[in-house]
């Protein structure tokens, strides 16, 4: 099944965005309904994605990979939208990352044909589906992580159990003390290869993987170069005895924050044989107004060549009522945590219009702040002399992406002057 039958699919009044009392519609028909945002043609709150600021952020970062030769492998996760995917595809994404079985079954569903799990591959459904899938598609490219002989062992008896010799290929993973997953010392990265190495047929030892973006804080850029570090020692070793699989080592690694150190990194390693390096930021293709927004504060003061590129803008926002300004200082709003992510920002008020107001354009809105959110309701501090009144609308940037797309079965796309032009269905 193609990604083009999500815009055949049916949405109605029980999906959170759309209008109550309208007759069921196709998904791909409401960029056709002539709906305005900011002419309150749309519930609120309501989740938008700007249709430029996806389009600019795309082409940013084919610039970057064009420039270093690196590939890209944009991770799933952040938006778990099919047509999202297709869109990154056919910008030139050589793969798609997912996190968990649930992803590779809907990237399946909709035809992606090579996936990268970032991720450990355990548990019988998880072995069952994708060796099932493998089985019965020759085209499908799979990818997953190991980090110990048991799970070389797991994914070794699965894979000769269906007669799967040379299609489970895996990156040994890398981690960090405190981290997450991933061999912590090089002997014990050896070990997992050397078991991989036994393994073949039935598994495929292809390179070093490891995640970084967990670093933060004071001195992260320090400790992720020596996260880099161990990573480019563990991809050494192996090929030095020889422990990969026949063709490219690859290496990957690269969230959303230092993507850039990733491939200057990878790209200066001498190693026997031909490398390829992957790339996986996932959070690039829609930024956001605070966490990566910072992030590439750093980035470019790292990078003369992103510097140089311009910045990514933030594409997602979530636009809410004032319901209440019970206090001179204190407005609530129509949205709460279940309409948006805050962690690790609350969302921040950045646009408000009032509705019938001429021209319908939003103003610019400052020293207001969302200091507190419930299920349902938004607190915000604002001046005493804030212009904000019930019935206005308030537009939200947003932090950590893959948070807020996660509360939205529909998102609609937008054009500069908040026309819904598109929309796009998420699979959570």
Not at 114 to 121: E, G, P, S
Not at 289 to 303: N, T
């Amino acid at each position: 099944m193609g990604v083009e039958t999500i815009a055949d699919g049916l949405v109605d009044e029980t999906v959170k965005g759309m209008p109550g009392g309208i007759a069921p519609l196709k998904l791909g028909d409401i960029g056709k309904q002539g709906w305005n945002v900011l002419a309150e043609d749309m519930p609120l709150p309501v989740c938008l994605l700007k249709a430029d600021a996806v389009a600019r952020n795309e082409g940013l970062m084919r610039v970057f990979l064009e420039r270093t030769g690196a590939l890209h492998s944009p991770h799933g996760k952040t938006t778990m939208s099919p047509q999202l995917f297709d869109w990154q595809a056919k910008a030139g994404a050589w793969a798609i990352t997912v996190g968990t079985v649930h992803q590779i079954q809907v990237a399946r569903h909709f035809g992606f044909a090579r996936i990268v799990l970032a991720n450990q591959l355990v548990g019988k459904q998880g072995l069952r589906y994708v060796t099932d899938e493998l089985a019965r598609d020759p085209g499908f490219e799979f990818f997953c992580l190991v980090d110990s002989v048991a799970g070389v062992d797991a994914l070794a008896a699965a894979a000769k159990a269906r007669g799967l010799a040379g299609r489970v290929q895996v990156f040994l993973e890398g981690g960090f003390a405190g981290g997450r997953t991933g061999v912590r010392d090089l002997d014990a990265a050896r070990a997992v290869a050397k078991a991989a190495k036994a393994a073949e047929p039935y598994v495929l030892l292809r390179g070093v993987e490891g995640f970084e973006g967990l670093m933060s804080g004071a001195g992260a850029a320090l400790r992720v170069t020596h996260f880099l570090d161990f990573l480019a020692n563990i991809a050494t070793m192996i090929d030095a005895e020889d422990l990969c699989a026949e063709g490219r080592l690859m290496l990957t690694a690269g969230g959303s924050a230092f993507y850039d150190m990733v491939v200057e990194k990878f790209r200066g390693l001498n190693l026997k044989r031909p490398k390829s390096i992957l790339t996986r930021s996932g959070c690039y293709i829609t930024h956001d107004s605070a966490m990566y927004e910072a992030h590439f504060d750093a980035i470019a003061e790292r990078s003369s060549m992103l510097a140089e590129l311009g910045r990514p803008e933030p594409a997602l926002e979530v636009w809410a009522y004032v319901q209440s300004r019970p206090e001179p200082t204190r407005v609530l709003v129509t949205m709460g945590k279940r309409d948006v992510s805050f962690d690790p920002h609350l969302p921040m008020p950045r646009l408000w219009y009032r509705p019938g107001a001429a021209p319908r354009r939003p103003q610019k809105l400052a020293g207001h702040t969302c200091v507190n959110l419930n299920d349902q309701h938004g607190y915000l501090d604002v001046p005493a002399d804030s212009p904000l009144q019930v019935g206005d609308m308030v537009g939200f940037g947003i932090s950590h992406p893959c948070l807020t797309f996660d509360k939205w079965q529909m998102i609609a796309f937008v054009d500069a002057d908040y026309n819904v032009v598109d929309a796009i269905r998420t699979y959570f």
